[in-house]
């Protein structure tokens, strides 16, 4: 049975479920440094009792949470900063500074949101937005060092799946929250104790050369974990690394070659099903695939309207 709702990852680093969709989905992390805390990842809105649970499990008050830190201002990822921040009065929300504007102002992130999933979706998976104080906001530069007690995590600007995304490294464990930036692992794609790994490029700023710069960056720090948000700790990011830079480059050439029309997409998401489930066939024969499939078709299709969104852009 994988453990999910809480699980401790040593260094302080506690992997806290997000229960956004289903089980599994997305998480965040709790970062506990002597008695202060750094809240990675916020969720939804219906994260938001999850994350007081833990805190309070772990003898911890709303008075320690120091640092709300989204890594991007994608809704399973910062949904619920207006929540939070309102349970946690001393805490400051640290996010990219093309994010900043967005949490303090929510409008245009739930247009954005009812155009892909539709408005009951939306509400549903997120409930209502609400609006950080600007006060509260500290728009994080590239290489902002934020510390806990005698603890540092450092901010990187990692463009690519987002231009409004960073990741943070934590030297004590050498490790790296990666939001979205390192691809998606889910524990159940777990195949024979490996995991299978994939890039999301959802809409509507994924970016593949810059994407593939920021693995580089990531790569250049030589980590030995990285903390992804879908989901949880992944070891030896070393050997998960050129999976991603191969999918990324084998999505997009193969995009490049269809035709522009209305059909693109849906083709596109049949191309990139059809590339990751022979891949993973190939590599474990006897995966479960009916399982595999179930667990990756909302985020392949993500990723094809993602591709179509980067095509046009390029064409125009
Ligand atoms: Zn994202």
């Given amino acids: 049975m994988i453990g999910y ?11 806290i479920d997000a229960h956004y969709v289903r089980q599994g989905q997305a998480c965040c992390y709790l970062l506990v440094e002597d008695g202060g805390v750094a809240v990675i990842e916020t969720g939804t809105n219906h994260t938001v009792s999850a994350i007081s649970e833990a805190l309070a499990s772990l003898g911890l008050t709303a008075e320690a949470v120091r640092y709300v830190i ?20 001393d805490a400051q929300l640290v996010v990219h500074p093309r994010g900043a504007r967005h949490l303090a102002d929510p409008a245009k992130l739930i247009q954005g949101v009812v155009a892909v999933y ?29 510390s806990l007690d005698r603890r540092t995590l450092e901010i990187r600007h990692t463009p690519g799946h987002a231009e409004h995304h960073f990741c943070l490294w934590d030297e004590a464990s050498n490790g790296w929250f990666t939001g979205d930036t390192f ?10 104790g490996d995991r299978f790994i994939m890039p999301t490029t959802t809409p509507v700023q994924f970016a593949p050369e810059r994407l593939l710069s920021s693995l580089d960056l990531l790569m250049s720090y030589q980590p030995q974990r990285v903390y992804l948000t879908h989901y949880g700790l992944l070891k030896a990011p070393e050997r998960y690394v050129m999976l991603l830079r191969e999918q990324i480059n084998a999505w997009c050439e193969m995009a490049l070659c269809l035709d522009a029309g209305p059909e693109r997409e849906s083709i596109i998401c049949q191309r990139i099903t059809d590339l990751t489930l022979a891949r993973i066939k190939a590599r474990w024969p006897d995966a479960d695939m009916a399982m595999v499939e179930e667990d990756l078709a909302m985020d392949l299709e993500l990723n094809a309207q993602g591709l179509e969104v980067w095509l046009q852009r390029q064409q125009q």
């Fill in 5 to 15: 709702q809480q699980q401790y990852l040593g260094y302080g680093i506690h992997c």
């Fill in 70 to 89: 989204p890594t991007h201002v994608h809704l399973d990822h910062a949904g619920g900063a207006g929540l939070l921040m309102q349970h946690y009065p």
């Fill in 118 to 146: 539709g408005e009951s979706a939306y509400r549903e998976l997120y409930g209502e937005l609400l609006a950080v104080p600007e006060e509260r906001i500290t728009s994080a530069e590239d290489g902002l060092g934020l």
């Fill in 183 to 192: 691809g998606l692992a889910y524990l159940t794609s777990a195949l024979g």
